[in-house]
């Protein structure tokens, strides 16, 4: 019964949230500024002049994904037709009593919403919906919505990992083009593989936190689907943006032999590290986060998988406009356009374009689900259950089994990642079994 009730809610939020990204047209490359949401204008009820919005960030424009949600919010903005005065910003806000202080700044000088967009600040975030509660609060990429209760606290994310397997295909197909003209054969290139004869690719992770494990896993899966001895090893940087670190960390992973570089930190450093050693002489290739990262690394950047925030933005401020009351959870991929690719870079496989496309459709109707339990394993075992929600905040989920159907239903009982598995053929900061 509760899987129906779920699903009808999340059935109800679908609905209406495609009203809107289906009013978008033209081929996406990921890109806000490319192709931003439009909006039915007869969806809206109420008057968009009428309502203050604040936001408080953790980075800034120079921020990649800082940068994504300041491009969401300004084009749903001017979908819905708020000005840009209407608008209220705090950048570079800490996780911390900082965070708090934003926030009840925005609170009095009117905001009828308001939007943080760091797990850190989930928390302030609530506090602060406790004490106004004519005032909605909506904490990304947080998880404790559904806990607390309050009809004016809520959660939001997207189906990134959807974005992040598709990634993943480009990487694959890449792989087995140099495979196929035996360009990276154990031979040529041993440092490029295991004692096993599996390929190594590598991934900068910020934190080991389940929103990067879902994250580095899907990516996997999707090289996987195309070549499937490739094992991956994680790297932790312990901060979200640190060009420093996440350049050094991809050094190393180059170093170790890995072909491919992907990641979950919001620099450029990991992609502009991989350029710098493909001018070097090595073989590798790059996969990014947020934006494109074809400015910094032009021969090694096949693409990013990037969040669509504008959809999600779009659709949460029309529910204000309106007088409506914004989802607790929400969260939506390929099926509204909420997740992308960004522009293919040049040295992608021939046929890459086509065949992602047939990737994402599959996703979108159904017939492919990132986390079938049939591609991968834990401990050499299938998995049969595995948790979603965490009941006593100890960081470790104990209730609601997100196994069924054959795959892991990754944020279907909440919005947040909550996939924590750690599956075979994954080193999770340490070295190769070499």
Known sequence: MFKKLVSLVLAVVFVFTAAISLASCGESSGNDDENPVKVDKSLITGDPSAIKVGVVLIGDENEGYSYSHIKGIENAAAALGIAKSQILWKYSIAEDS?????????????????????????????????????????????????????????????????????????????????????????????????????????????????????????????????????????????????????????????????????????????????????????LVFSVGYNVSMLKVAPDVALTSATNKWDRYYAYALLQIINGEPVATNWAEGYETDAVAITKLGKNVAEGTAEYVKGVIEKIKNGELHVFDTSTFAVNGETVTEAFATDTDGDFINDTDNAVFDGYYHESYFQSAPSFSLRIDGIYEAREFED
């Open 98 to 282: 900082a965070c708090g202080d934003a926030i009840t700044d925005l609170v009095q000088q009117g905001c009828d919403i308001i939007f943080t967009n760091s797990y850190g600040h989930q928390s302030y975030a609530e506090q602060a919906a406790r004490e106004y509660p004519d005032v909605t609060f909506v904490a990304m990429t947080g998880d404790t919505a559904k806990k607390a209760g309050l009809p004016n606290f809520c959660n939001a994310f997207t189906k990134i990992y959807e974005a992040r397997y598709v990634s993943g295909v480009v990487a694959g197909l890449k792989l087995k083009e140099l495979i196929d003209k035996g360009e990276l054969t154990k031979e040529k290139r041993p440092e490029n593989f295991d004692k096993n004869g599996n390929i190594k690719i590598g991934y900068v992770g910020a934190y080991n936190y389940a929103e990067v494990v879902s994250g580095y896993t899907s990516f996997y899966l999707g090289i996987k689907s195309v070549v499937n001895n490739v094992v991956m090893q994680v790297q932790y940087t312990n901060s979200w943006f640190n060009p420093t670190a996440e350049a050094t960390t991809a050094e190393a992973l180059i170093a170790d032999g890995c072909v491919v570089i992907s990641q979950h930190a919001d620099s450029t450093g990991a992609p502009s590290a991989c350029q710098s050693a493909y001018e070097d002489g090595k």
